[in-house]
Every structure is written in structure tokens, then in C-alpha cells.
């Protein structure tokens, strides 16, 4: 059995599709289905149901897909410290990002002045994957395999555009707005999350015209008139936009906490121990924001 089977099975038990796989995995189809078929071969028992043209994990690609991960973590672990302990101050954190903020390009910045030795690879954040050392996220729930340290807190704002009826108000409740249409984060983002729970605690279903986490763009849409939108006020505050306002909301949850998390009980490299002490001492450094 080789390593390289392994990382094929779990790209493809993840993505059920062998085509798709093959193409992330930058090999043919071919392939990829041969190294498959071999791993089952080796086993001694199919993985896969196979339906025509599609596959679905089974029962036994289940159980082994969880040793097959668990398997290739260590090994990424065993990889990391025998870099720690070889070639010192070197290396680089993999960091995931579920938050969209303007503090991320500062804190990566500071990283790499105190620390020019070490590189910093921002990775896609996949929930229970063993391919990220630290993961920036506002996600109030996370898996019990991961742990977290609070960073820091932050209001959610209502952004509208200042010709709105309502923009000479302070404060804002979501029940005066629940005619309106609002551009929201995608359904998988931390932001989002925390979003639609302020919309269940204000008991409204808001009506969704566009979904995007892109501040240029929910900018220009709330400045135009064409829909509002809910901000974190730490990076929608630090600047000024034109022909918009940002309004405290009136509703109990309008608020996130973004936090650094990690895998529970596993080995963290030089890098990212390092990574993860600068950023909580630079957040503890950072005032608080007022809207």
C-alpha cells in the first residue's frame, strides 16, 4: 500500500466522483480508477458502490477513511516535527481563513517582520481537515476535535445606504427593514451563520438578493440603493465609505467572536506555536472598536 493511494482515496471518497477527483488531483482518470481498484484489491474488499457512472462511499470506505485520514495526519505531523528539529527556524503555518476581515493582511505582516524565517500559505478551510495548522473562524460551533482561543469580539452593524429613510436613526431594529432586500455572506461562511440566527432572533425571513462576502462589492451595492447588508464593525469601521451608514442593530445576537482554532491533541509546528502566540498578543494590543 502506498502513501499516494491513500491521498487518491480520500479525494475521491470525498468528492464521490472520480472524474472531478482526477482532474484536482492533476491525473488521468484512468489512473486514478487503477490505483483505486488496487487499494481495494490490497484490502480485500470494495470501498465504493458503484452505480453506473457514479460511486458512493460504503460502509467499509467509511471505517477506513477515517484510519486512511488519520493515518496521513500523523504522517503530516511526523513531517513537521522532523523540520522543527532539523532545520531549525524554518518552515511554514498553513492557515485556513473563515473570516473575512482587513485585520488578516496586517496580522500576516507582523508575522513576517518578527518572524522573516518562517512562510505563511493560506489554505481553503474544510472543516476536519488534517491540510491546515490554524484556521481563523467566527463559526459560534466547532467540531469537538478542534480547539480554540477568543481573539477577539465584535458588533454586527447594519450597513445602508445614507438615503435611506432610516439612516438618521442610532439604532435600528430588524423588524423595520424586513421588507428590504439584503446582500448576505454564502450560506457556508461563519458569517452567515451568525446572520441568519440575528434574523431568527428578530423572527423575520429576509429576503436574499445576492450572496457574497466581497467587501467591494456589498459596498457598491448598499452605496447604490439596491440592497443592505449586515458588517462586522472591526473592518467596516476602519474605513470610510462613501455614501453609506452603519447602524447598531436592535437585536440581541447582533455580534461575533472570531477565534484561532487547531486539531485537538496533535502536533503544531514551530511555525504556526509561533503564529498563534503573535496573534493573540496582537489582538490583545488592539483597542476595541466603537462605532
Given amino acids: 500500500m502506498e502513501l499516494a493511494q491513500l491521498s487518491y482515496f480520500i479525494k475521491v471518497a470525498e468528492l464521490e466522483h472520480v472524474t472531478r477527483a482526477a482532474e484536482e488531483l492533476h491525473m488521468a482518470q484512468p489512473a486514478l480508477t487503477k490505483a483505486i481498484r488496487q487499494l481495494e484489491k490490497e484490502l480485500n474488499t470494495p470501498l465504493f458502490d458503484r452505480l453506473g457512472k457514479y460511486i458512493r462511499l460504503?460502509?467499509?470506505?467509511?471505517?477506513f477513511l477515517k484510519y486512511a485520514t488519520e493515518a496521513l495526519q500523523l504522517l503530516e505531523e511526523g513531517k513537521k516535527q522532523l523540520q522543527d528539529t532539523t532545520d531549525g527556524k524554518k518552515g511554514s503555518v498553513q492557515l485556513a481563513i473563515d473570516v473575512h476581515t482587513q485585520d488578516v493582511p496586517e496580522l500576516i505582516m507582523k508575522f513576517k517582520e518578527n518572524f522573516p524565517e518562517f512562510n505563511v500559505a493560506i489554505v481553503p478551510y474544510v472543516e476536519g481537515s488534517y491540510h491546515h495548522d490554524l484556521c481563523l473562524t467566527s463559526m459560534p460551533v466547532i467540531p469537538q476535535t478542534m480547539e480554540?482561543?477568543?481573539l477577539y469580539n465584535e458588533e454586527l452593524l447594519l450597513a445602508l445606504p445614507d438615503s435611506h429613510p432610516l439612516a438618521s436613526?442610532?439604532?435600528i431594529h430588524l423588524q423595520s427593514v424586513r421588507h428590504e432586500s439584503f446582500i448576505m455572506a454564502p450560506v457556508s461562511s461563519s458569517l452567515r451563520v451568525i446572520t441568519d440566527r440575528c434574523f431568527a432572533m428578530a423572527g423575520i425571513q429576509p429576503s436574499i438578493a445576492l450572496e457574497s462576502e466581497d467587501p467591494i462589492l456589498v459596498e457598491r451595492m448598499v452605496s447604490a440603493g439596491q440592497l443592505l447588508a449586515i458588517v462586522p464593525s472591526?473592518?467596516?469601521?476602519?474605513s470610510a465609505y462613501s455614501g453609506i451608514v452603519l447602524r447598531r442593530i436592535v437585536n440581541a445576537g447582533s455580534s461575533r467572536t472570531v477565534s484561532l482554532c487547531w486539531m485537538k491533541g496533535h502536533y503544531l509546528s514551530c511555525a504556526a506555536e509561533r503564529f498563534k502566540e503573535l496573534a493573540i498578543q496582537h489582538y490583545k494590543e488592539k483597542p476595541s472598536v466603537s462605532v
Fill in 58 to 63: 460504503n460502509e467499509n470506505g467509511r471505517i
Fill in 148 to 150: 480554540r482561543v477568543c
Fill in 169 to 171: 436613526l442610532e439604532t
Fill in 234 to 238: 472591526r473592518s467596516w469601521t476602519s
